[in-house]
């Protein structure tokens, strides 16, 4: 008789498993994480095999309550899986058959461990999906809150991290709301692609029994069918998209905490953040330091390596399911947590910074940063852009010599460059080079005030989205 009674595959071995090996096969200290999906897809199946005469109806009636009461059990603590167990599945169906009798046997029926697991992180990964939008939508509310309040601030705009052309604080906020707004819409598209129900497909090759797959899909939500049985056992691609549209996320992240990391030293001084998203210093009293930011930043690697973890994982993997796969669970359950996190601390930290709009406006008309616009006045005069480029760059280098800014020089020293040059010249300012860029996506306040709402509706619709489950 086999010793492995406590496996849902120990019938063909005679010897026990080795402990060391089962400990390091064993997928329950992680994947115990999808009980929800597992008895989920399992109360479905029962409710299936049912409809298709396969079950009596009380047998899966008592299937149900059995697998209801487990979920509560391990919710309230009641029970706690462990090492003894396998995976998640095993424990499931052994406390089952605790709970309603032998017939806990019959729901494995027209079911393989390969279409179950595939089934469990699908609805894993769709769930997450939709959280992430919902993380993503907060932090971009965050950001427009933001942008509303502080329309008329004009701060630098950088090329190079030198100071290049003033732009309003606004726009500046609005450029990362357009990251995000693109991983959301990543993420809704990859939506699509994970949300196909793969159970039915057996251990690869399908089943003999007349199940109804598509009652299954539509009583777990799915969109459509998996068309493959051997493709849907061992397909992770849709882990794959999903982490690879989260370490965007963190790249996205990652800019903008190093711009905050920026901004809150005393070199640039544009805001101060919250002291409940710094620390100090062991030894110096008088640091603040934006630990928040940057730990943000340094978890970015973490999630790029959780992608290429995986990535190397399924390289060389022939069809169809084989236990390397076993391996995508930590990469995606870890990625998902970092990134959900990073955005909720990210949006707090925005909200409860203290911005110093002052100090924005002056930094921002300094470093000669209206000479573009100085060169465009003299194209509006009749000078060739080219030209006009050279003689304002000739009037900085003049400038950079005296210490001076352009608007300090006499109209006659002006003329010496150019006789295009008259009194209003010395109306270009930061204020009117900012109103100056009135195009569609410039950082004029209108347009800024244009896109603010399409913004909001943008977020409205994704919230939607989310909530939709």
């Known amino acids: 008789m086999s010793r492995n ?4 595959w ?3 071995f005679e010897k026990e498993a080795d402990a060391d090996a089962h400990a390091f096969g064993a997928s329950i200290r992680f994947d115990r994480r999808l009980y929800r999906e597992d008895i989920a897809g399992s109360i479905a199946h029962a409710a299936m095999l049912a409809k298709q005469g396969i079950l009596r109806e009380e047998e899966a009636a008592d299937l149900a309550r059995g697998l209801r009461q487990i979920q509560v059990e391990i919710e309230s603590g009641q029970i706690e899986p462990d090492l003894r167990w396998e995976d998640i599945h095993s424990f499931v169906e052994s406390r089952l058959r605790e709970l309603v009798g032998e017939v806990a046997g019959k729901l494995h029926t027209a079911r393989s461990r390969n279409d179950q697991v595939a089934l469990d992180m699908r609805l894993f990964a769709r769930a997450s999906l939709r959280e992430i939008v919902s993380r993503l939508v907060g932090l971009q509310r965050t950001l427009l809150e933001l942008a509303e309040a502080n329309l008329g601030v004009i701060m630098p705009g950088y090329t190079h991290l030198q100071r290049a052309q003033p732009v309003l604080f606004s726009h500046h906020l609005l450029a990362y709301f357009e990251m995000f707004q693109r991983d959301v819409e990543r993420l809704q598209d990859c939506y699509r692609r994970t949300n ?3 159970l039915g497909s057996g ?4 089943v003999t029994y007349p199940i109804d797959r598509q009652f299954v899909s539509e009583q777990l939500g799915f969109d459509s069918l998996s068309r493959n049985s051997m493709d849907a056992v061992c397909d992770r691609d849709f882990v794959v998209e999903q982490m690879a549209a989260l370490c965007l996320i963190m790249a996205h992240l990652s800019r903008f905490a190093e711009e905050v990391i920026l901004w809150s030293s005393e070199e640039f001084g544009f805001l ?3 002291d409940g998203y710094a620390t100090g210093s062991s030894i110096m009293p008088q640091k603040k330091n934006p630990d928040t930011a940057e730990l943000i930043r340094g978890k970015t690697g973490r999630v790029y390596g959780s992608l ?6 399924i390289k060389g993997l022939p069809l169809t399911y084989n236990k390397d796969l076993q391996e995508d669970k930590e990469q995606l359950f870890d990625a998902v947590d970092t990134v959900s996190s990073c955005l909720k601390l990210f949006a707090a930290m925005l909200a409860t910074a203290d911005i110093h709009e002052n100090r924005m406006r002056e930094v921002a008309g300094g470093g000669f940063s209206t000479a573009t616009d100085v060169a465009d006045y003299l194209v509006r005069k009749g000078l060739p852009f080219r030209q006009a480029h050279e003689v304002v760059g000739r009037v900085v280098h003049h400038c950079l010599e005296r210490g001076c800014d352009i608007s300090d020089l006499s109209l006659a020293s002006l003329k010496s460059f150019s006789p295009l040059f008259d009194e209003d010249v010395y109306l270009i300012d930061v204020e009117a080079s900012v109103r100056a860029r009135d195009v569609p996506g410039g950082t004029a306040p209108n347009r ?3 896109a603010l709402a399409e913004a909001f509706r943008l977020v409205a619709a994704s919230e939607a989205w989310s909530e939709s489950a």
């Open 196 to 198: 196909v129900m793969p």
């Open 203 to 206: 251990a690869l090759a399908g």
């Open 10 to 12: 120990g019938g063909r």
């Open 5 to 8: 009674k406590d496996k849902l």
């Open 272 to 274: 101060e953040l919250d």
């Open 448 to 450: 800024v005030r244009e």
């Open 308 to 313: 290429m973890a995986l990535l190397t994982t």
